[in-house]
């Protein structure tokens, strides 16, 4: 009879160095998306009945699908809206649509759902900017210095003159400007 030969056992202890290298290959060259936004501080969270608002406090800012901004229904520039919003807040002239004190102004943003994200940033970006425009000039004109080297209690004062009150309504469906 003929003895029976055994298999060669294959030498597995390498394998776990080669899956080690292609996981650590994977990880290097593979890039993870990035979640991309606005970083916004909300409010905290009120339960009560909103309190009664003159509508003298409030720019509507509509922007349609077509990227048409809207401002209070009359057909404005993007690049114009900066200016609209620092001119709003302050009410230089005292007009009577406009708020009488800067911290009672209130930016309303409404767009359509086929608003395009780029047009939207711009708007939120313009707005941003118009309150810290107000801010830097407030901080240089009372402590001499820029907004953001101002301590806490410094900022704080600002603030009460300057706090950006936005908000954002649901989106509509389907407007033109015409609609609006």
């Known amino acids: 009879m003929r003895k029976r030969r055994k298999m060669p056992e294959l030498n597995a202890g390498s394998m776990a160095d080669i899956a080690f290298l292609l996981l650590i290959f994977f990880l290097v060259v593979t890039t993870i998306a990035e979640d991309k936004g606005i970083p916004v501080i909300l409010p905290e969270y009120y339960e009560g009945e909103p309190g009664p608002m003159a509508a003298r406090n409030v720019l509507k800012i509509l922007i349609n699908g077509n990227d048409d901004v809207l401002v209070e229904s009359i057909l404005t520039e993007k690049d114009e809206i900066k200016d609209i919003v620092i ?6 002239n005292l007009d009577e649509t406009k708020p ?12 359509d759902v086929h608003t395009s994200y780029e047009t939207y940033v711009q708007i939120y ?23 953001a080297q101002l301590p806490v209690s410094e900022k704080n004062t600002v603030l009460e003159k300057y706090p950006l009150k936005l908000s954002e ?5 389907n407007a033109t400007t015409t609609d609006l």
């Open 169 to 173: 309504a649901d989106p509509f469906l």
């Open 100 to 111: 009488l004190q800067t911290n009672k102004a209130i930016i309303s943003i409404q767009n």
């Open 87 to 92: 001119d709003f807040v302050t009410n230089p």
């Open 125 to 147: 970006s313009n707005i941003h900017e118009a309150y810290a425009f107000l801010r830097n000039s407030m901080a240089h004109e009372i402590f001499q210095k820029e907004y």
